[in-house]
């Protein structure tokens, strides 16, 4: 099945000289959906159980949920600054296009829990480190960061300190 097909390029979203990876025609079509969760839930490392997978707001919610569906894990929203009701730990970090603040529940993971990191799009990797620090803060240990795809001229998986995978490359 060729996913690929299923992204499409955005030009000038959400600012002008950001081609936007629009994964919506992907979701659309629901054997490319299954397809997706069943290949990046394969491409988690396998040696160690994973607890708990994290999806980030807004798109990394769908696959995360399937992926944490596959691996027998529970699931963990990371949101946008406000959007968690209880207490949560915050961390300010810089995007491709621009600056913003995600939130974990602090009692989201228990020290020790082995944590998968999903999002849609490895562009920069500002927001996946942003995520690995607030799961190393709960005590969390962070086993992959996963993604459908990787912009690889902006070289996000220097950044991260963790096993990235992904299925595909820009
Ligand atoms: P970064 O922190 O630079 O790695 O950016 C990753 C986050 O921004 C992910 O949540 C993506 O959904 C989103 N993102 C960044 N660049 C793009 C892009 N070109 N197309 C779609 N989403 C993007």
Redesign the pocket.
Known sequence: MNIRDLIRDIPDFPKPG????DITPLLADSEALVHCADQLARLCPTDIKVDKVIG?EA??FILGGMIAQRLDAGFIPVRKKGKLPSKVNSKR?G???GEDVLEIHKDAIKAGEHILIH??????????QAVCELVEELGGIVVQCNFIME?NF?K?REKLETKVASLLNY
């Not at 950001?18 to 990876?21: A, D, W």
């Open positions: 950001i081609v936007f990876k980030i798109r990394g970090y995007l491709e296009y999002d849609d799009v490895l562009a920069t990797g500002g927001t996946a912009l902006l996000g």
